[in-house]
């Protein structure tokens, strides 16, 4: 049993059936947009009973709807609500739009916001370059942080013993042939990041892609987000990537840190 398995497990307040039940949300998380009683009962280790009970719940509060025809069930509009009230609410999205879409207007290239959970990037803003033809991160999108430019610039702003237990606790799998898995050679990225000021990435987290991240920091100066640029690879290489992107998108990273009141000069006084 997991450390957080057991943590749960003696936490009194912890309501056991609410995690279960958002379980049959999360399953059409698997790449699949409709799926039949029988697919959710699988993907999330729930009894046919217990599954029956939870997606008939969520259909009556209208978070799940079903085909007439095939009896497949998907997720409704009404989720959005969630997303809607969390973008509407969090600082750094009101902080971050103004420089995003500024960005966005004078170099025309993608530019995404991502958030960190635990070891993974979420990512919550996306706009779109005008040229983009390759499918890139779009908003709810979630990925590793050790494969992404926005959590090795993270990574970077970390003590050494931290980063590497990030990377530790992930799971290093390859998201394409370019997506570097080896600890050290991860570590050895992140150092790289750290001396930059921003992370550099070809394909490895979708083909056809060079991204380019740095990290925002809050008050207290902690990584708690990054910007990213995501340019496709038959109009860029790396090393032009590097030296027009690179001063652009550590100045970024720092106007949306002090926007939500990081102050470099009163933390170095």
């Given at each position: 049993m997991s450390e957080d398995a057991k943590s749960k497990g003696r936490d009194p307040l912890f309501v056991n059936s609410?995690?279960?039940?958002?379980?049959?949300?999360?399953?059409?998380?698997?790449?699949?947009p409709k799926l039949k009683l029988s697919q959710i009962t699988e993907i999330t280790g729930l009894g046919k009973s217990?599954?029956?009970?939870?997606?008939?719940?969520?259909?009556?509060?209208?978070?799940?709807?079903?085909?007439?025809?095939?009896?497949?069930?998907?997720?409704?509009?009404?989720?959005?609500?969630?997303?809607?009230?969390?973008?509407?609410?969090?600082?750094?999205?009101?902080?971050?739009?103004?420089?995003?879409?500024?960005?966005?207007?004078?170099?025309?290239?993608?530019?995404?916001?991502?958030?960190?959970?635990?070891?993974?990037?979420?990512?919550?803003?996306?706009?779109?370059?005008?040229?983009?033809?390759?499918?890139?991160?779009?908003?709810?999108?979630?990925?590793?942080?050790?494969?992404?430019?926005?959590?090795?610039?993270?990574?970077?702003?970390?003590?050494?013993?931290?980063?590497?237990?990030?990377?530790?606790?992930?799971?290093?799998?390859?998201?394409?042939?370019?997506?570097?898995?080896?600890?050290?050679?991860?570590?050895?990225?992140?150092?790289?990041?750290?001396?930059?000021?921003?992370?550099?990435?070809?394909?490895?987290?979708?083909?056809?892609?060079?991204?380019?991240?740095?990290?925002?920091?809050?008050?207290?100066?902690?990584?708690?987000?990054?910007?990213?640029?995501?340019?496709?690879?038959?109009?860029?290489?790396?090393?032009?990537?590097?030296?027009?992107?690179?001063?652009?998108?550590?100045?970024?990273?720092?106007?949306?840190?002090?926007?939500?009141?990081?102050?470099?000069?009163?933390?170095?006084?």
């Amino acid at each position: 049993m997991s450390e957080d398995a057991k943590s749960k497990g003696r936490d009194p307040l912890f309501v056991n059936s609410l995690e279960r039940g958002l379980k049959v949300l999360f399953a059409f998380d698997h790449g699949y947009p409709k799926l039949k009683l029988s697919q959710i009962t699988e993907i999330t280790g729930l009894g046919k009973s217990a599954t029956q009970r939870f997606v008939h719940t969520w259909r009556k509060l209208g978070y799940l709807e079903q085909d007439p025809q095939s009896k497949e069930y998907s997720l409704s509009p009404r989720v959005l609500g969630v997303a809607f009230n969390y973008m509407r609410s969090d600082q750094l999205v009101s902080a971050a739009m103004s420089h995003l879409v500024e960005t966005r207007r004078t170099h025309r290239e993608t530019i995404n916001l991502g958030r960190r959970v635990d070891t993974d990037m979420i990512f919550i803003v996306r706009l779109p370059g005008r040229q983009m033809t390759v499918p890139s991160s779009v908003i709810g999108d979630q990925m590793p942080m050790y494969c992404t430019t926005s959590g090795r610039a993270i990574l970077a702003m970390l003590p050494e013993q931290e980063a590497r237990k990030v990377i530790d606790d992930s799971d290093l799998k390859e998201l394409t042939p370019s997506t570097i898995t080896d600890p050290d050679e991860l570590m050895a990225k992140v150092r790289q990041a750290r001396e930059d000021g921003f992370s550099i990435a070809v394909e490895e987290g979708h083909p056809g892609l060079i991204t380019i991240g740095a990290a925002i920091q809050d008050y207290l100066g902690n990584p708690i987000a990054a910007v990213n640029f995501a340019l496709e690879t038959k109009d860029w290489n790396a090393d032009d990537v590097r030296e027009q992107f690179g001063p652009v998108i550590v100045q970024v990273a720092r106007s949306i840190s002090e926007s939500i009141g990081y102050f470099a000069a009163f933390r170095d006084a």
